[in-house]
């Protein structure tokens, strides 16, 4: 068992706060992964963790202990950093073997360690090679060995593809889900890219400016947001957000949700009369920016390319694919039915208007 969990964490760097009051949970044998953007504190959050960084105040517990005070050494854990962190001077065998020898674990013991994670990461033909004879790939499986051999209860990896270029780094994703599938082992990796962390977490923890906005699996972040944030956080392009009058509310759509045709069609709660402005054919899908009347800019992204720049035509949503948010961006949903019934019969008078 290697539950994480955060009870009223603080951390402050002097007189900035970075996290404050946070409580949060990364269950067991998941596959965890914090994503927003720089500064939000997701790498403090993962240093505290290892003890790199301790928190100002409030507990973190490993399996329902208090880790706060135990050093980084004895904390089962291991971490992959941004840099690799390996020995330039020592061959794979030695980067691997070094956390071993300095916690004086037997030689016999540890050559089984380093020939089995070896042959689980594919480096058995290199062990003898210094990091210069090595790829980027295989300097970053360098770098996850030396973490797996100290079979860790939990890995913590800080953006640890960034370095790689992009059809290596689409490989490593692939190798690192397999990687878990294989250790059953709790993850917790930060990126900033959230193609990664949708490509490869259980759980998604997406924060801002040192808060939690949303936890939740890739499919109900990505298509139940609970605010503005988490749904133009997640999505390429983002979600489409307009607004709704002065009150501050507003009514959000992703762009494959758009339907545009040259006459009303039926079922779709939202229809406006829109321009095209732009068109970029990106393959099996074409992306159009549309101009509504009331002067606000919309994403559409459709199977069909035959639309050109200038076409004038409805475009239109259904309810299932409408997001409500009120004046803080926070989602107002079906549950709370007053709110989100009067948000539905504004936009449906706003279509005969």
Same mark, same amino acid.
């Given at each position: ?6 009870? *009223? ?155 790689? =270029? ?13 990687? *878990? ?35 939740? =699996? ?5 298509? =139940? ?65 549309? *101009? ?62």
């Amino acid at each position: 068992m290697a539950k994480i969990e955060f009870q *009223h964490v603080y951390k402050s760097f002097g007189s900035t706060k970075v996290v404050e009051d946070l409580n949060l949970t990364l269950e067991d044998g998941k596959f965890n992964v914090l994503v927003g953007p720089s500064g939000c504190g997701k790498t403090t959050l993962l240093r505290m963790i290892a003890g790199i960084g301790p928190a100002t105040s409030g507990q973190i517990l490993l399996d329902g202990q208090d880790i706060s005070n135990i050093p980084p050494g004895k904390r089962g854990v291991a971490m992959v950093f941004q840099s690799y962190a390996i020995y330039p001077m020592m061959t794979v065998r030695q980067n691997i073997e070094f956390g071993l020898k300095n916690n004086r674990v037997p030689k016999a013991e540890r050559e089984r360690r380093i020939s089995e994670v070896a042959k689980v990461v594919g480096l058995e033909p290199y062990l003898e090679r210094k990091p210069s004879q090595l790829s980027g790939g295989q300097r970053q499986r360098v770098a996850l060995a030396r973490a797996m051999v100290k079979e860790p209860k939990v890995f913590l990896m800080d953006e640890p593809l960034s370095n790689l =270029d992009a059809k290596l780094r689409a490989a490593m994703r692939s190798e690192l889900v397999q990687l *878990h599938k294989q250790l059953q082992t709790t993850f917790v990796y930060v990126t900033h890219d959230q193609v990664e962390a949708m490509a490869m977490g259980d759980c998604i923890i997406l924060m801002d400016q040192g808060k939690v906005m949303q936890q939740a =699996d890739p499919e109900t972040i990505y298509g =139940d947001p609970d605010n503005i944030f988490a749904a133009q956080f997640i999505g390429t392009p983002p979600t489409n957000i307009l607004t709704m009058g002065s009150e501050g509310f507003k009514l959000g759509f992703r762009p494959e949700a758009v339907s545009l045709s040259g006459s009303p069609l039926p079922n779709k709660i939202f229809t406006r009369r829109a321009v095209i402005t732009t068109r970029e054919m990106l393959g099996a899908e074409t992306l159009y920016k549309l *101009h509504l009347e009331d002067g606000q800019e919309v994403m559409a992204r459709l199977g069909d390319s035959s639309l050109a720049v200038g076409d004038v035509l409805q475009l239109q949503v259904e309810e299932e694919s409408i997001y409500f948010f009120d004046a803080k961006g926070d989602r107002v949903r079906k549950d709370v039915a007053q709110d989100y019934l009067a948000l539905l019969e504004r936009v449906q008078r706003s279509n005969e208007s």
